[in-house]
């Protein structure tokens, strides 16, 4: 059966308070248009057609971002939820099989959950996902059912004071054959409380037509829409207890789990160690054994098997650490390639970067990348010896087993098995301290008299 997925997404967002639209807030690193995708995309859809209209162009570069296959139809004024459904037609021309409606603003739906309602649509025409409410004061869609078969969806603004009473509440997503979908939407009229186009409406409108009806639950927990930015603080909140948890059952030791922070599609390995306030942005993978230090921040970067990171360390989109690699405090990577065993232990910026095996980096050495308008490559090959305060004024490469001496400035390759020096020579000069602290503590014996 194939699938395809309408998520959408051109609401105002007008509680955000927000020049942003409120689909491309984030939540763990990735826009909430993006989790309705991820939540989808499970499911393996051949189409994915999002429905843009407040912040068209951003919302659309975001998605295509995000999948390059996804499609966007612009409902250019927003005249409810199945008004928002038609403009997905044509772009779904052709395409047979079902259609899910999903919301952007809607970002914790299981892939399971949608599984579960795929497979009652094979006794049903239309599948709604719905969830109990414990208290009835709420505004959601109230659906109207005889055990698990469903009569009709009713807008709480268009409920009987009966209706409202119902805790069995619409959750947005629904699942339809496409074909079907569109057929019934041509029926929809605007003559309601709102006066929009409610998708809801297909509901009762499949049943005149003689079809069935039914719904799936889930827990409300999963269909938490983002209205305010109080309600994304709280869905953040969620989401992070919920990382924490599934790192914790995959076998990942955090000690302490309320203080690291995960994104989206942070993938650590088992018996891996997390210290501490640690931030994972965005694209971040963690070997097995790795262990990652207190306050060290980390995006873009693979962190191969038994290599440690920080405390106070920072990898940056490229970082790309190989087995046992040691990385200590107040050490920058970016866009660098650390080969088995390297060590960067101190106060340094390796970037745009390759290091080779066993290769020791002293403390306070900079590759210093950019002139102000390219970025230029620093090569260091294996079993180096870089001393401390190395300046590397890229392009530049160091051979197999050269060494720096400390407080170089590398401006030249330096051939395998050679030393660069690149300082002013010491000189000393004899007694000069003594005479020049004496003079200095006479002058100031001499100043404080004068001002009595
Ligand atoms: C909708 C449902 C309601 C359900 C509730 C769950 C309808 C008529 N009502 O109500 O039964 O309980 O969601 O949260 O479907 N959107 C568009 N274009 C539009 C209108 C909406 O893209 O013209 C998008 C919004 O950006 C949002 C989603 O659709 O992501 C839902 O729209 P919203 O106006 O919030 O629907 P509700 O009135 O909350
Ligand atoms: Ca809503």
Redesign the pocket.
């Known amino acids: 059966m194939s699938i395809a997925l309408i998520v959408l997404a051109a609401g105002m967002g007008t509680r955000m308070n927000s020049d942003l639209p409120k689909v491309l807030h984030e939540l763990a690193g990735a826009p909430l248009v993006v989790h309705a995708m991820k939540s989808g995309e499970a499911l393996s859809p051949e189409k994915i057609v999002v429905v843009t209209g407040n912040g068209a162009d951003a919302v659309e570069k975001a998605v295509t971002k995000w999948n390059p296959d996804a499609q966007v139809a612009l409902q250019a004024e927003q005249n409810g939820t199945g008004h928002a459904v038609m403009q997905a037609r044509a772009a779904l021309e052709g395409f047979t099989g079902d259609a899910i409606v999903l919301?952007g603003?809607t970002p914790f739906i299981q892939p399971e959950t949608l599984e579960k309602m795929l497979y009652a649509r094979r006794t049903h025409d239309v599948v709604v996902l719905g969830f109990e409410v414990p208290d009835t004061s709420v505004r959601y869609g109230r659906l109207v059912t005889t055990g698990d078969d469903l009569s009709a969806i009713v807008e709480f603004k268009d409920a009987t004071e009966a209706q409202r009473q119902i805790t069995l509440c619409n959750s947005?997503v629904i699942c339809a054959d496409a074909g079907l979908l569109f057929s019934l939407l041509d029926d929809v009229t605007n003559d309601n409380a709102a006066g929009e186009y409610y998708l809801t409406d297909i509901v009762a409108l499949a049943r005149q037509r003689g079809m069935n009806a039914t719904v799936v639950r889930c827990d409300e927990t999963e269909t938490l829409?983002v209205?305010t930015r109080a309600e994304l603080a709280r869905a953040e909140q969620m989401y992070q207890a919920r990382a924490r948890l599934a790192a914790m059952e995959d076998g990942v030791t955090l000690h302490a789990p309320d203080t690291v922070i995960f994104a989206h599609d942070t993938v650590i390995g088992r018996d891996a160690i997390i210290e501490p306030q640690v931030v994972f942005g965005p694209g971040v993978t963690i070997e097995t054994g790795a262990r990652i230090r207190a306050f060290s921040h980390l995006e873009g970067c693979h962190v191969s098997r038994g290599a440690t990171v920080g405390p106070f360390a920072r990898l940056r989109p490229g970082a790309e650490l190989a087995e046992d690699v040691h990385i200590g405090n107040f050490v920058e990577i970016k866009n660098a390639t650390i080969d088995e065993g390297a060590k960067v232990n101190h106060l340094t910026y390796i970037g745009d970067a390759e290091i080779g095996k066993k290769t020791n980096i002293g403390a306070g050495t900079i590759t210093c990348n950019y002139d102000g308008v390219f970025k230029h490559r620093t090569t260091i090959g294996a079993n180096v010896f870089i001393g401390s305060n190395t300046m590397l004024v890229a392009p530049v490469k160091v051979g197999n087993f050269a060494m720096t001496a400390t407080g170089t400035i590398v401006t030249r390759d330096v051939p395998s098995g050679d030393m660069a020096v690149g300082r002013a020579k010491q000189e000393n000069k004899a007694g000069f301290a003594d005479r020049f602290f004496e003079k200095l503590e006479a002058k100031k014996a001499s100043q404080s008299k004068e001002s009595k």
Request: glycine residues 40%; proline residues 0%; charged residues 20%.
């Open positions: 919301y603003d947005g829409g209205n």
